[in-house]
């Protein structure tokens, strides 16, 4: 037995120690590696391991009118999120929580999208989630990886629809706007506003989400929610008063005519502060809290009325007879005529300019009259001539001057840019150097032509006249922008000259059935003409006429019968002067009397007007 | 050892390791969301009752009874390993023979020890050390009968086991250790193989090799040609593997190709034994653990929760028992007069090295994940009952070694 020779098994023996030795010390050297050098980074490793953080989406601050009442507030609500932990789990607890919730398979790819390019946040499935669902999500929730539920402020809009346009609403943060970083401290799932004054303030209104640390099991079941200790409190954003009455925003809706489309703004004059802007017809702003479904969208966004439209300061009219003031101011300002000035041609029906007639609205003539009896009467052959005498040139330099060619600045997103002609050279671009005449003056001169303006834009115009200064301020419901403000550069009896004539046209003139007993409202009315259908109508007025405190502007589309713009309008006039008790039936209504002449031509052939018409 | 009677260190050793098994494993079943591994620590108390009263019966067989069975015992192992190839159960792998949906066990447990019986039989038949490869062809295929059956479960960790039991009785047996080298040679060519430079410089070495330590020249040239045909060999055998597999191999290199898979195990046992630091968290303590971070915290992984528990502390102690149990088998080992016997006992001490090495290193990524257990820890009746019966057989040779010393002095 040699070869067991103790010698021989000694010498493997020391040589088994040696190998076991080295492998023993390899291994102990691996867990002195990790447990001893690497203990803090794998301790800080197991805490975020099991340790999620949820956002607790910050409360958005109030939105008020200028009296405290409260025009979007929040409301507890309970919102459905997911921890994803892998795709397969994330994809399965979506399904789930599908056929509880009725989720579509659009939703769960783009929710799917969202996570892969987010994996680690918590994807919000659903916001504004019923009692019914919760309870029966709570009820599957072992199963379901990964599940959250908590409760989430809940955006409500107590006036609903009546303050819709102005107060705006909010939309769930899009994958685009995400991406592009635009918005500030953003993550997936953010509320941010989407019109109005939540798109406007939204960063002063978001505040500023907390975080709250879960405890998580390997599949994302919340095991336990971590101390108070460990929470970060949401901060709720910022209140925003504005400027606006909702009590008079409230009384505008009531009154706008039923099924009317169309829009109302008032404001101070001193102050540019909107009292009331209010677009019809209008939209819940609550059916887009929790996410909108999207054939509801799709019936809104797409409606013929264009519900989402805010005529006030999106949509663009021609400015018509109200802008008959422009002509009168650029006259007085270049001393070209005073208010008793009297024209070479009076006015029977209408005039003829070269060798076309120009009709006025009223067939039967005006007669020999002053600047100020064409205001009062809307003559448009006298305003014809006094736009020959300004000229073209100083016409367009004079809207210019007035602001007609830049937006009101009303801090509101989406106000349109008006249109209108900063020179004749855009006269030139469109029908060729010699391609029009001079009746482009006669048509800018009553207002119609190449010229749309939205109603705040007007209503800031009409301030203008209102103010001794000449000069308007910026309308705003909130801060107004560092616009330049416009001035008309009148003295102050050119001033209150033009108002008294704008207080005869209620008091006598076109606007006579708006009258109010007990006070002094100046306005014009006025008829813009319509391509497409019945024309508008439009009313701009203010009072007291010594010291306006109001001017408020309104049209409404295809009011060509049984309008009722005036009386709108001094009615809500009286209602902010005097008071919401006043009696109503005070205020008899009115047809436009001044309805616009038919369009006139501007191209040196007719022909060639129809076939422009026709294809612009 | 000088005083008389039964070494009491072999089981004091087991009993202690058995006990904290059961410890650890009780422990790997408290977690916050309740799963089946709750209850299984009671499941492996009654293997462990088993195992004792399985190692009480062999302890009785001598070693000679022992030597005249082990043909059998081999060769009943390999059919149940056959048995197991066609009507395994098991998911992944067919490594289970059940009755009528009934688990019995796993014949791959036995095989081990039968392979050892075997081999020690087998090496000692002829009194003196292999002289060449050909003589210790006969020991290579004893190894590679289960070894390929294994493999074809897959059971890769097992199939290693094999590997290191072979080599292991070859090394006591006193093969030359270039020759052991030699035949080791092939492994490593497989596993450099897949990298081109690092098996060029291996082939290289192994030339070197062969022409200083001089064996028969046909040899050195078969262990050569045998090295380049598994070089070859190997990228079609790596095509071979199921994504799983190559996942593991690839994981063990990099746990961050695929954190979520594969490469989870390492990543989450890594944090879960990192975090445990020098003292551990405490006894059923262990985030990570309770929160079901850990994959398999009951076999596979088990040693992960010694390691976020007990801490550094916890691994210094439980690897010093089982060195010291593995250092006592060895001792038995080489004290016994007994050729048969001392080949079994050193045998045992290679398999449960083994699985300590491969699965303890798992565990701090220094192996790849093979998925053998840890023995007395790692929950499971066949591996329970094997180690129980290999303690209760090395006992019995410790005895032996006694009482020969009692009679021969």
């Given amino acids: 037995m040699t070869w067991f020779h103790p010698h021989d098994v000694a010498r493997r023996m020391e040589l088994g120690r040696l190998t076991a030795i080295a492998v023993f010390g390899v291994l102990l050297f691996a867990f002195f590696r990790l447990q001893v050098l690497g203990a803090e980074r794998f301790e800080t490793e197991s805490r975020e391991n099991r340790l999620r953080s949820l956002p607790l989406p910050a409360p958005r601050g109030l939105i008020m009118d200028r009296s405290g009442n409260v025009l979007a507030e ?23 929580i599908a056929m509880l919730t009725g989720l579509d398979s659009l939703r769960i790819e783009a929710l799917l999208r969202r996570y892969r390019s987010s994996p680690h946040e918590p994807l919000v499935v659903r916001r504004d989630a019923s009692f019914e669902v919760i309870s029966a999500l709570e009820e599957s929730r072992v ?33 685009e706007e995400l991406a592009s970083n635009r918005i500030a401290n953003a993550r997936g799932g953010t509320l941010v506003g989407r019109d109005g004054l939540e798109r406007q303030y939204d960063e002063r209104l978001r505040g500023e989400d907390g975080w709250r640390f879960i405890e998580v099991d390997a599949m994302g079941r919340t095991v336990r929610e971590m101390g108070d200790a460990s929470k970060l409190v949401p901060e709720q954003g910022d209140t925003v008063v ?29 102050t540019g502060e909107v009292l009331a802007l209010y677009s019809a017809p209008s939209f819940d702003p609550d059916l887009f809290v929790g996410g909108m479904a999207p054939e509801l969208w799709q019936a809104l966004s797409q409606a013929e009325d264009q519900p989402l439209f805010n005529r006030a300061i999106e949509g663009r009219y021609p400015p018509a007879s109200p802008w008959k003031l422009a002509v009168a101011a650029s006259a007085l300002r270049r001393g070209v005529a005073t208010m008793e000035t009297r024209m070479e041609t009076p006015c029977s029906g209408g005039m003829l300019y070269g060798n076309r007639y120009f009709r006025c609205w009223d067939e039967r003539g005006h007669g020999d009259i002053t600047l100020r009896e064409a205001i009062q009467h809307s003559c448009d052959v006298y305003f014809y001539q006094l736009g020959l005498r300004i000229s073209l040139d100083g016409l367009l330099r004079d809207g ?3 602001g007609f060619t830049e937006r009101s600045g009303i801090d509101l997103p989406d106000e349109s840019t008006p249109l209108f002609p900063a020179t004749t050279a855009y006269y030139d671009r469109r029908y060729g150097p010699r391609g029009w005449t001079s009746g482009v003056t006669l048509n800018l001169a009553i207002g119609q032509g190449e010229n749309t303006q939205s109603v705040i834009n007007m209503v800031k115009f009409y301030a203008m006249l209102a103010n001794n200064s000449g000069v308007a301020p910026v309308p705003r419901l909130v801060n107004a922008s560092a616009t330049e403000p416009h001035s008309l550069e009148l003295t102050t009896d050119q001033l209150e000259e033009l108002r008294d004539a704008l207080f005869l046209v209620v008091e006598r003139g076109t606007a006579v059935g708006a009258r109010v007993e007990e006070l002094q409202i100046a306005g014009k009315t006025g008829t813009a ?21 109001i001017v408020v502007g309104a049209i409404v589309e295809f009011a060509e019968h049984g309008s009722n713009v005036a009386p709108l309008v001094t009615r809500v006039i009286r209602r902010h002067l005097v008071g919401p008790d006043s009696d109503r039936d005070q205020v008899r209504l009115v047809l436009p009397a001044d309805s616009a002449p038919g369009p006139v031509p501007i191209l040196p052939d007719s022909s060639q007007l129809r076939r422009t018409r026709g294809t612009g | 050892m000088e005083q008389r009677g039964l070494d009491k260190t072999l089981p004091i050793f087991a009993v202690v390791l058995i006990a904290a098994g059961l410890g650890v494993l009780y422990s790997a079943g408290q977690t916050d969301v309740p799963t089946a591994v709750a209850d299984l620590w009671r499941r492996q108390l009654v293997w462990v009752g088993l195992g004792v009263v399985a190692a009480a019966i062999v302890f009785r067989l001598s070693p000679r009874l022992l030597d005249w069975l082990a043909p059998t015992v081999y060769t009943v192992s390999i059919l149940l390993l056959l048995v197991t190839l066609v009507f395994g159960v098991g998911a992944g792998t067919k490594s289970w023979i059940a009755i009528g949906g009934f688990r019995l066990g796993q014949p791959a447990e036995l095989a081990k020890l039968a392979t050892i019986l075997m081999l020690a039989r087998l090496l000692t038949v002829r009194r003196r050390p292999p002289r060449d490869i050909w003589e210790a062809m006969p020991a290579g295929l004893v190894v590679a009968v289960p070894f390929v059956l294994v493999s074809l479960q897959p059971d890769l960790g097992s199939a290693i086991v094999f590997i290191a039991i072979l080599f292991g009785a070859l090394f006591w047996v006193g093969l030359k250790l270039s020759l052991l080298l030699l035949l080791m040679s092939p492994l490593v060519s497989l596993m450099l193989a897949f990298s081109t430079w690092s098996w060029g410089a291996w082939i290289v070495f192994l030339t070197l090799f062969v022409i200083f330590t001089r064996p028969y020249l046909l040899e050195g040239l078969v262990i050569w040609l045998i090295n380049a045909a598994m070089g070859i060999m190997a990228l079609g055998l790596w095509q071979q593997l199921q994504p799983y597999q190559q ?20 990543i989450q046992s890594k944090i879960a034994i990192g975090s445990g630091g020098l003292i551990g968290k405490g006894f059923t303590e262990g985030t990570q653990k309770r929160l079901a971070f850990l994959p398999a915290q009951h076999t596979d992984f088990i040693y992960s929760v010694v390691g976020e528990e007990f801490g550094f502390i916890g691994v210094l102690g439980t690897l010093g028992l089982f060195a010291g149990l593995i250092w006592t088998l060895v001792r038995i080992a080489g004290r016994v007069a007994d050729p048969f016997s001392s080949m079994l006992v050193f045998g045992i001490a290679s398999m449960l090295l083994t699985h300590v090495v491969v699965n303890v290193g798992m565990t701090v990524g220094v192996m790849p994940i093979t998925g053998i257990p840890l023995p007395f820890f790692s929950y499971g009746g066949s591996f329970m009952l094997t180690c129980c019966v290999a303690i209760g057989l090395a006992w019995r040779v410790s005895r032996e070694s006694y009482g020969a010393a009692y009679s021969s002095g």
């Fill in chain 1, 74 to 96: 929040n409301v507890p609500g309970y919102s459905i999120a997911v921890l994803p932990s892998d795709p397969d789990s994330l994809r399965g607890a979506l399904q789930q």
């Fill in chain 1, 143 to 175: 199963t379901i990886p990964g599940l959250v539920i908590q409760s989430e402020p809940k955006r409500r809009y107590p006036y609903g629809e009546i303050a819709a346009h102005v107060v705006g609403y909010v939309g769930e943060i899009t994958e």
């Fill in chain 1, 242 to 270: 504005t400027s606006l009455d909702i009590g008079l925003q409230q009384f505008v809706a009531e009154i706008f005519p039923e099924g009317r489309r169309g829009s109302v703004v008032a404001m101070d004059p001193r």
């Fill in chain 1, 400 to 402: 210019v001057s007035m």
């Fill in chain 1, 529 to 549: 003409q319509n391509p497409q259908g019945p024309e508008h109508g439009w009313f701009i007025g203010f009072a007291p006429v010594e010291q306006p405190e």
């Fill in chain 2, 247 to 266: 996942n593991r191999l690839l994981s063990f290199l990099n746990p961050e190709i695929d954190p979520r898979a594969t490469g989870w195990h390492i």
